[in-house]
């Protein structure tokens, strides 16, 4: 799987930027996909996290009410809606794909990365 990701910019604290991450080269429904970031001087992080369905979700705790993941199998596309950004959410964000459970992509079981996207967010 191929995996690019695009939507990345410099918003304002309070802002919102929405990520979309385009699949191919396999079925996109097969696999589960996550977003992870990482800042500069830090590890990458997970982020949020869907099923192949697109039915089940799950977030990290400082994404959680601010970030929505989502997914159309149809577009080969899953995306990052962030609303109420914060500073502390500068980071390169990168797309993942996983061919396990949903559990795969919280744990960073990863079998596809894609490039990063900059966000940054100004105080």
């Known amino acids: 799987v191929q995996l690019q990701a695009s939507g990345g910019g410099l918003v304002q604290a309070g802002g919102s930027l929405r990520l979309s991450c385009a699949a191919s080269?396999?079925?996109?429904?097969?696999?589960?996909m996550g977003w992870f970031r990482q800042a500069p001087g830090k590890e990458r992080e997970f982020v949020a996290a869907?099923?192949?369905?697109?039915?089940?979700?799950y977030y990290a705790d400082s994404v959680k009410g601010r970030f929505t993941i989502s997914r159309r199998n149809a577009k080969n596309t899953v995306y990052l809606q962030m609303n109420s950004l914060r500073p502390e959410d500068t980071a390169v964000y990168y797309c993942?794909?996983?061919?396990?459970?949903?559990?795969?992509?919280?744990?960073?079981?990863?079998?596809?990365w894609g490039q990063g996207t900059q966000v940054t967010v100004s105080s």
């Open positions: 869907i099923s192949w369905s697109g039915g089940s979700t």
């Open positions: 993942a794909a996983a061919m396990g459970a949903l559990d795969s992509v919280i744990k960073s079981i990863i079998d596809y």
């Open positions: 080269g396999r079925t996109f429904s097969d696999y589960c």
